[in-house]
Nanobody, 120 residues
């Protein structure tokens, strides 16, 4: 299983950050897996942001729920899931990772991560 993040490395304050994770070697809709976004920064450490299950059920960190959206794209043979984080500030600067998890087991496969900087 391989996960690959893609998206802009630089975002201006107040804009919406959009990141896509392309998954190979597995189907996003396969039971019993879920797909997540996790970020890491020197100031906040490792932070879980959001997950979406094989069923389409979504889960959000309470601290980010008002600004975060996760979705799956399986159209036209895509096997991707996307993060949108609105109204970004410099505090949202971090390395962002997409991750596969298995219910009752936890995270098992990680993408290599993508660095995002929020700056004007």
């Amino acid at each position: 299983v391989q996960l690959q993040e893609s998206g802009p490395g630089l975002v201006k304050p107040s804009q919406t950050l959009s990141l896509t994770c392309t998954v190979s070697g597995d189907s996003i809709t396969r039971n019993p897996y879920y797909w997540s976004w996790v970020r890491q920064s020197p100031t906040k450490g490792l932070e879980w942001m959001t997950s979406i299950a094989y069923s389409g059920a979504t889960y959000y960190s309470p601290s980010l729920q008002s600004r975060t959206s996760i979705s799956i794209d399986t159209s036209e043979s895509n096997n991707q899931f996307t993060l949108q984080l609105s109204s970004v500030t410099p505090e949202d600067s971090a390395d962002y990772y997409c991750v596969r998890g298995r219910f009752y087991i936890g995270f098992d496969y990680w993408g290599q991560g993508t660095q995002v900087t929020v700056s004007s």
